[in-house]
């Protein structure tokens, strides 16, 4: 008989980590062991790693030693690219990079309009093996001022702003993982790859640019994954706090999200929770990314006071860049 995940999970707290050898007779479901897997890769989601961001000047102090992979539509990329840039599609981004040897590279950096999109499709690169990823912070909206319109027109505050909450709202009941495979009839490793590639194919759909915030408590799970102190500065009155880097290990408060609801999440951004709605994707989870996050909710009050690590959170129109760009393929 199959056992739930949140057995393990007790014995897995009491007996120290995820990868202690634990002698007891249990056999676990696919979705345990794809967990499994993936955080003994290097649990790229709660390292300090994700969502592997890269500011505009590097990329073009490196224009010739980094690979530059565009995933905006062949039209947004005639209007204006990156010089050396490569367009490439979704549907053809993971062939191509082993097609051409791209663990060769220095670093890869994916480039979408406003970063959440490269964002998604970076942890899935990630969590596929090719630690070499990157994502172009805010994207071409922070490249030149040519792109901005997409961002510039998004920092604002909730009409409903006023009413937002204070309180620590408390996470869900511990439940067993969402259900990825009947039985593992194969190599965990290339069926966790094959997930991984099925989404990055499928693209980055699941995403909200507006919500409605008196109802979305009623209809999903809302989360808030970043630092505390943007929780402490107000939120939507049903959103739920989980610590970046932190609480989505197998050994805190995954389990305490709920497998058969709808799960949307925001950052500061975007771009961070557009890489955990992408993880959480892979592991079964109906998981949604909140685009641009606090920034279209309550930017005035995260630009009110910003410290050195905040500032670099908040899309800033002083600090786009001014970099070349060509147009055509």
């Known amino acids: 008989m199959k056992k739930k995940f949140y057995i393990f999970f007790v014995l897995a707290v009491l007996c120290g980590c995820l990868t202690d050898d634990i002698n007891v007779p249990l056999e676990f479901n696919s ?22 961001l890269i500011e505009a000047a590097e990329v073009y102090m490196n224009l010739s030693h980094y690979l530059i992979i565009d995933v905006r539509s062949n039209e ?33 950096v994916l480039v979408s309009a406003d970063g959440q999109e490269s964002a998604f499709y970076t942890c899935l ?6 630690n070499n990823i990157f994502t ?17 027109k998004k920092i604002k505050d909730s009409p409903l ?6 309180d620590n709202i408390p996470k869900g009941q511990l439940q067993e993982l969402p259900q990825v495979f009947e039985q593992i009839n194969g190599n965990i490793e290339d069926l966790a790859k094959e997930r991984i590639a099925f989404f990055i194919s499928r693209g980055f759909i699941d995403t909200m640019n507006n919500i409605n915030e008196a109802e979305v408590g009623s209809t999903m799970y809302f989360v ?25 290990k197998s050994t805190k408060d995954l389990q305490t999200l709920p497998a058969g ?18 993880y959480l994707q892979v592991l079964g989870y109906n998981a949604k990314s909140f685009l641009y996050g606090a920034c279209q909710l309550i930017y005035g009050t995260v630009t009110g006071d ?20 060509v147009k055509g393929n």
């Open 136 to 152: 172009l912070k805010f994207g071409m909206a922070y490249w030149n001022r040519s792109f901005s319109q997409i961002w510039l």
């Open 161 to 166: 702003k006023m009413n937002y909450s204070f």
């Open 31 to 52: 979705s345990f062991d794809l967990l499994k897997y993936l955080e003994e890769q290097g649990d790229y989601i709660n390292s300090r790693e994700a969502p592997s």
């Open 224 to 248: 808030c994954y970043s630092l505390r102190n943007l929780y402490e500065q107000g939120h939507p009155p049903n959103a739920v706090f989980y610590l970046e880097s932190e609480d989505l």
């Open 261 to 278: 609801r709808e799960i949307l999440i925001y950052d500061y951004n975007g771009q961070l929770s557009a890489s955990v709605t992408a």
């Open 125 to 130: 690169l990630r969590l596929y093996g090719f």
């Open 76 to 108: 947004e990329f005639i209007n204006g690219h990156i010089q050396g840039a490569r367009n490439v599609t979704n549907k053809e981004l993971l062939s191509f990079l082993l097609t051409n040897n791209a663990v060769s590279y220095q670093k890869v």
């Open 306 to 325: 910003l410290d050195s690590r905040t500032r670099s959170f908040i899309f800033l129109p002083e600090e786009i860049n001014n970099f070349p760009y």
